[in-house]
């Protein structure tokens, strides 16, 4: 009895301890939806259907924010990154002035910038970290289908074209005929080694605005969501 006691009290003394002793959380940060509530960015993971016709600024928010809903973040007020043109007496509308402060998080927890001058100036989007709403890599260049070309209609400052340009927005997201909007590449690859080519919100514009058309390009009629609140 001599010998095993002090073995006993050992063992008492450790079964207490881990008893006491708070969990620690599982995971480490990732996997869906950034926690939910956590979560402040995606490339939407399917568009509308029908090209560049989003429904306007609305119909675009309101998938983004079905989307969020879809995966536990709905409780937070979910923004396109969209720009618009003004048009018969209603102003242009920017894209950085829509989404917040930040910092906005992936649904892995990694934060893509802290503000919207870091997003515009040096963020931390590539192809691993632009990603959906279920924390799925949006397919880039060299995959099949390549779906990196994701609507913007924006300058690389994120402020819309002005009066008198080219519309960059396909009739500021009503229109799925013949057209144009611009895009981004969500894994920042394109043909060269240009900055449009590496550019997430200002690489070129498409060939049209129909379904047909974004995909021609290189995309599906994908778009950036983030939280605004």
Known sequence: MRVLAPALLLSTALLSACAQSPQSPQGGGGGGAAAGSQLGFF????????????GGLAGADKHCQALAEDVGAGGRTWRAYLSTSASDGTPAV???????????????????????AQLHQDNRLTKQTALTEKGEVVNGRGDTPNMHDVLTGTQSDGTAYPAGANDMSCRNWTHSGEGAAMVGHSDRTGLDDSAAAKSWNTSH??????????????GTGLFYCFAAK
């Open 43 to 54: 490339v939407t993971s399917t568009g509308l259907g029908r090209g560049a016709d989003l």
């Open 94 to 116: 920017n894209a950085r002035d829509r989404i917040g402060a930040g910092p906005w998080r992936n649904a892995k927890g990694v934060v893509i910038a802290d503000s919207v």
């Open 205 to 218: 514009p498409t060939r049209g605005c129909s379904q047909d058309a974004l995909k021609g390009t290189g």
